[in-house]
């Protein structure tokens, strides 16, 4: 597509669900990233996929946390018995590769509440 | 902790005047990315440096680097109403590719 697309825009959630998130990079964009922006703050490395390597997982907060990469493209986010901590605005990012010599282009992020 | 911070925090200026952001990091770098945002959504690209670069311009953007001081600054000269947003840096360390973005400067340009 165009640009990058993240779904859904907004997720309200109860306590304790799970939740999937999903994203789809720009055709051709080997390397996806994920971050979590809480209000009024700045951007929370989460995860980062490039090509078939293994994925760097080291920002993910928690075991509740996990993403995969479906061939290379569509990516999802899934947050397992969440809690209310985890409301916070969920960005997607892709870029030609991981390298960042190349900018990243960001979706809309879905925001996502936990009550 | 942050691999950037910018300061300052917020920025309240008057239309048509510059506004300058700074930004430091504690690591060696690839390079240094500069994204605005605008109402706590998807970020948008402005300008990258590299490391083996000090100064590079888009419009009305200027983008220094000094990489003695591990800094960064961005520059918007003749500030628009529109320009009011969010600004953000962020780095790789060097050897790495996990892009670490700063806390962001809040600007607001007042018409």
């Known amino acids: 597509g165009a640009g990058v697309s993240q779904s859904p825009s907004n997720k309200v959630t109860e306590k304790g669900k799970d939740v999937e998130l999903r994203c789809d990079p720009i055709s051709g964009h080997t390397a996806l990233y994920w971050y979590r922006q809480s209000l009024g703050q700045g951007l929370e490395f989460l995860i980062y996929?490039?090509?078939?390597?293994?994925?760097?997982k080291s920002g993910l907060p928690s075991d509740r946390f996990s993403a995969e990469r479906t061939g290379g493209s569509v990516s999802t986010l899934t947050i397992q018995r969440t809690q209310q901590e985890d409301s916070a605005v969920y960005l997607c990012?892709?870029?030609?590769?991981?390298?960042?010599?190349?900018?990243?282009?960001f979706g809309s992020g879905t925001r996502l509440t936990v009550v | 902790s942050q691999q950037g911070e910018e300061d300052p925090q917020a920025l309240s200026i008057q239309e048509g005047e510059n506004a300058t952001m700074n930004c430091s990091y504690k690591t060696s770098i690839n390079n240094l990315q500069w994204y605005r945002q605008n109402s706590g959504r998807g970020l948008v690209h402005l300008i990258l440096i590299r490391s083996n670069e000090r100064e590079k311009h888009s419009g009305r953007l200027r983008v220094t680097l000094d990489t003695s001081k591990k800094s960064s600054s961005l520059l918007i000269t003749a500030s628009r109403a529109a320009d009011t947003a969010s600004y953000f840096c962020?780095?790789?360390?060097?050897?790495?590719?996990?892009?670490?973005f700063g806390a962001g400067t809040r600007l607001f340009v007042k018409a």
């Open positions: 990012a892709s870029s030609l590769m991981v390298s960042s010599n190349y900018g990243y282009t």
């Open positions: 996929f490039q090509g078939n390597s293994a994925p760097d």
């Open positions: 962020a780095t790789d360390a060097a050897g790495g590719f996990k892009t670490i």
